[in-house]
């Protein structure tokens, strides 16, 4: 639920389950339009910079994507001992792309999202987040990403980005034990999968359904990492791992240390910080 507020001077996300709001004050709203799978919204905000909201969700902003793009990409990629074929399924706004293509070792990513026009709006828009779609090594493919992983041929990837949405309405299907299922049939051997997972304090039901359904899926171990997210609800967010058939025990932390490009959030400290779960945390998960 979502509104703009104050004579069109704020923007306003309602979190009914959390009781909780979160408000950004705006300019202008840039853009808004009705695609087939989803209404989105651009505006310009006083100190977050451009914002992308669909279905009344705030999807990012410039000020604070960095955060998420970064710690759904590096993490899962340090943890694979040798990622070359990497498939991100969503990702529309194309920041978890740049990041992902910022690894040398990484010889092809296939993009697969579903709605056109969050790329087109976001070249528009957040122009820095498609600065690495003419890279050679990375193909845009606009269709549906659960049938794309079902036809992907064994084996195939290296590691699977499921950059998604919340678990409704497009994106429901790609939370459920069957995608994952698909996934761990078309990863390689030592292949990984890595999906946003909601607020802990908020989403315990949807972490705790995607572990069980992970493993469920024939993934032999799961690991949730913890970050910021100022935008989304509680501020606090993560994304979690599951490993084809390895115990998910560490990363090349060497690597890491010596990464040949710049971050802004994401270090060796941080993904070992980022592993380290509160007490509630993994009880609930596996009750």
């Not at 792309?97 to 790329?119: A, C, F, M, N, S």
Request: charged share 25%; with cysteine.
């Amino acid at each position: 639920m979502s509104e703009v507020m104050s004579g069109g001077k704020w923007f306003t996300e309602v979190c009914e389950e959390g009781g909780s709001a979160f408000s950004l004050q705006i300019r202008a709203k840039l853009h808004e339009e009705q695609t087939p799978f989803q209404k989105i919204e651009i505006y310009e905000t006083t100190h977050f910079g451009n914002l992308m909201i669909i279905d009344g969700f705030i999807m990012l902003s410039q000020r604070d994507n960095f955060l998420y793009h970064e710690m759904i990409a590096h993490p899962v990629l340090f943890t694979h001992p040798d990622p070359k074929r990497v498939l991100i399924v969503g990702g529309g706004d194309c920041g978890t792309l740049r990041e992902v293509l910022k690894h040398p070792g990484v010889e092809k990513v296939d993009q697969v999202e579903i709605d056109e026009r969050v790329t087109r709006l976001a070249e528009q828009f957040f122009p820095e987040l498609t600065e690495a779609n003419d890279d050679p090594r990375a193909h845009l493919h606009f269709e549906d990403g659960i049938r794309w992983v079902a036809d992907a041929a064994y084996g195939y990837y290296d590691v699977i980005i499921i950059d998604s949405t919340d678990p409704i309405g497009p994106a429901e299907g790609l939370f459920t034990q069957a995608f994952y299922s698909d996934c761990r049939r078309a990863l390689g051997e030592g292949g990984l999968i890595v999906q946003q997972s909601e607020s802990p304090l908020l989403h315990m039901n949807i972490l705790k359904d995607m572990h069980h359904a992970m493993r469920g899926a024939g993934f032999l171990d799961t690991a949730t990492l913890f970050f910021p997210q100022p935008v989304y609800p509680t501020g606090w967010w993560t994304v979690t791992m599951a490993c084809k058939d390895n115990v998910i025990s560490g990363f090349r932390k060497r690597d890491a240390d010596d990464r040949p490009f710049t971050t802004r959030y994401y270090n060796a400290a941080v993904h070992r910080g980022a592993l380290a779960a509160p007490e509630f945390f993994y009880p609930r998960i596996f009750e």
